[in-house]
């Protein structure tokens, strides 16, 4: 069965950096774009980065564009999110997700979520 565990999320003061990881089992790891959402408190979960199957190719959302940078470790199994010069409005759940198609943006692309890590920016 397919997991997506994400960590590294906590409390950071405005202007600072937090990383998150994806750690996935259960699926052919490789096969799959991983991408990051996230959901703030009372707003539809959005689309944040895209990584492609072998890493080469990544996209982002407007509003993160060089100040997040997403990356994967096939060998480790796992996904990565480098959040830098965070800001208030970065505040959410963050979901790492599995999809078999590279560009996805919505969640009906997605094939695999997982449960969530909250990040929290203090102005």
């Known amino acids: 069965q397919a997991q997506l565990v994400e960590s590294g999320g906590g409390l950071v003061q405005a202007g600072g950096s937090l990383r998150l990881s994806c750690a996935a089992s259960?699926?052919?790891?490789?096969?799959?774009?991983m991408d990051w959402f996230r959901q703030a408190p009372g707003k539809e979960r959005e689309f944040v980065a895209a990584v492609s199957m072998n890493g080469r190719s990544t996209y982002y959302t407007d509003s993160v564009k060089g100040r997040f940078t997403i990356s994967r470790d096939n060998a480790k199994n796992t996904a990565y999110l480098q959040m830098n010069s965070l800001k208030s409005e970065d505040t959410g759940v963050y979901y790492c997700?599995?999809?078999?198609?590279?560009?996805?943006?919505?969640?009906?692309?997605?094939?695999?979520w997982g449960q969530g890590t909250q990040v929290t920016v203090s102005s």
């Open positions: 997700a599995a999809a078999a198609r590279y560009g996805a943006t919505t969640r009906r692309d997605i094939n695999y």
């Open positions: 259960g699926l052919p790891f490789s096969a799959y774009a």
